[in-house]
């Protein structure tokens, strides 16, 4: 191939089926819409739910399959879709590592899952920002994390805004120039829960792996011609011009790739609304209505759309070094739902602390990634930004916190003034008081680390044995390969030795494969084990 990178237009014979097939697939959507908007207006005259939790949750009714249906849109995105396939096409087998990064994402879902449910239901949270609210009772922290759910979104959203602008304005002849926690919300019972864990478990084998090795499989399929702008539309072409039944099959994954780009943008619009609806524009005006609210949500909803439009059709450097940012800084709120959720006594962090390693890591991410990762974007031993940020994150947060004990000494307390328990006490004293949120609405009593732990009685919660954690955690590590460069040795166009490889596959790529085996079948148990009701009555643990 030559380097060159140059745009591919599908045939007109090649277009006519996709002009049947994507009027039908918006039809269908619009069918949709117009159920959904009924059945919202529904539940809030039933008094089923309020207008917002009926807009942002589904009035929190979502059953098995509709749960599952959502979170595995989620998972098939125009990235997944579209992304890896053209990362393939250009890295080759290097696109696996998306397998062992989503083993840890269905892990994390999973062990995280269960209490983030419990703590929803019995605290009345409308959104994982919301627990961190009532959990740290930190301004400073909450705003913090705010911040690293809707940037990220925002820029996923332009990811499938350019996913969009790449392939399919490049069908047609035009000129061209990512919430898995909201589920845990959203969905009616347990069970519905575990139905969606399943499908984000088992998702990356039939999406990814798919993906990268469609990207493979294009670069023997494009040999000898110019390597084109959009792998993903050359390879279908390819595919398309076998005429019959790959013709159908490849009308079937435009118009998937279509939906897969509408169902992620449709869910990161959503979660992008709800986050500032219900932490910025509800605090400043906490008298307004519900039917304001839902206003607001709206026109925060088209604003975002806006903007995400503005970056997606601007950004020029594809859909791949979108990625490179948003997962980074997404990385950054894992620490403090992590602590939150299992930490308590020592163990435990102030907010400040989480809050300063959270800002440092995102100033480290943003000035790593534009300063020297962005001219390095295809290059495996460029500094990963997301890795090393959450290495950033954990030093600066460990610092404050030793340094906050060494010098204030002061702690976690539910005593009151009097000397006796008090249910209402502010976990950190000391703070000034544009730091404490208001929190009656989540419940008369503070929420504790012991208050977490009692709702959990009865449960088993694998991720709470250390070894099991510890085992999960180098099980997926292991799948990285560690092997010298340049072997065998490429010298004028071709290798000095045949590759070692195993039924046409490299062996380091055959070996991520099996090994992602175990982590995926942990994961897979794990979900096994949850039950699929809560013991105890969910509406009064307090």
Not at 296 to 319: E, P, Q
Not at 415 to 434: C, M, N, S, T, Y
């Amino acid at each position: 191939m030559t380097p060159t990178s140059e745009r591919h237009l599908l045939s007109e014979e090649n277009r006519m089926g996709l002009y049947i097939a994507i009027p039908v697939y918006f039809v269908l959507l619009l069918g949709c819409a117009f159920w959904a908007r009924r059945k919202m207006e529904q539940m809030a005259h039933e008094h089923v739910a309020d207008k917002l939790s009926a807009h942002y949750l589904g009035g929190r009714r979502f059953g098995p399959i509709i749960t599952a249906g959502t979170l595995f849109a989620s998972l098939f995105s125009g990235y997944t879709v579209i992304g890896i396939p053209n990362e393939s096409f250009r890295t080759g087998w290097q696109s696996l590592r998306w397998m062992p990064s989503f083993a840890y994402c269905a892990a994390g879902l999973a062990g995280c899952g269960l209490r983030l449910r419990k703590a929803s239901v019995v605290r009345n949270h409308q959104s994982p920002s919301d627990f961190i609210t009532d959990r740290f009772q930190s301004q400073l922290l909450r705003y913090t994390i705010v911040f690293l759910q809707v940037v990220p979104s925002i820029i996923y959203l332009s990811a499938q805004v350019n996913a969009l602008k790449g392939t399919f304005n490049a069908l047609f002849g035009l000129d061209a120039d990512a919430s898995y926690p909201v589920r845990n919300y959203a969905a009616i019972n347990l069970k519905s829960l575990r139905a969606g864990w399943f499908v984000v478990t088992i998702g990356p084998w039939v999406t990814m792996f798919v993906g990268a090795f469609l990207g493979t499989v294009g670069v023997q399929m494009l040999a000898g011609k110019p390597t084109p702008a959009s792998p993903f539309t050359a390879i279908i072409e390819e595919v398309m011009n076998l005429g019959g039944f790959a013709k159908g099959v490849g009308i079937i994954a435009f118009t998937a790739g279509l939906a897969a780009i509408m169902s992620t943008a449709d869910s990161l619009i959503i979660a992008t609304s709800q986050l500032l609806t219900a932490e910025i524009c509800y605090p400043l005006r906490p008298q307004t209505t519900p039917k304001e609210i839902a206003w607001f949500g709206r026109v925060v909803s088209l604003l975002t759309t806006a903007l995400a439009l503005c970056i997606g059709i601007l950004w020029r450097s594809g859909i791949t070094a979108l990625g490179a940012i948003q997962f980074p800084l997404s990385m950054q709120c894992v620490p403090a739902f992590v602590v939150g959720l299992f930490c308590k006594g020592r163990a435990d962090f102030h907010p400040w602390c989480l809050s300063f390693g959270a800002i440092a890591s995102t100033i480290y991410v943003l000035v790593v990634y534009f300063g020297y990762q962005a001219a390095k974007a295809d290059s495996p031993r460029a500094i990963n930004a997301g890795i090393t940020g959450l290495g950033i994150h954990l030093t600066v947060a460990l610092v404050c916190e030793l340094a906050h004990r060494r010098f204030y000494r002061s702690k976690r307390s539910t005593v009151g003034e009097d000397g006796k328990p008090d249910d209402q006490a502010i976990l950190f004293p000391g703070r000034p008081e544009w730091d404490k949120p208001h929190l009656s609405r989540f419940g008369e009593k503070t929420l504790t680390p012991e208050l977490l732990d009692k709702m959990m009685t009865g449960l088993n919660e694998p991720f709470k044995n250390l070894w099991y954690a510890a085992f999960l955690f180098f099980s997926i590590s292991l799948t990285t390969t560690l092997t010298a460069e340049g072997e065998p040795a490429f010298v004028d166009g071709a290798f000095r030795t045949p590759p070692a490889t195993m039924r046409g596959i490299s062996w380091w790529a055959m070996k991520i494969t099996l090994l992602c085996i175990i982590p995926y079948s942990m994961v897979f148990i794990t979900i096994l084990r949850t039950p699929s009701f809560f013991l105890a009555d969910e509406k009064k643990i307090e």
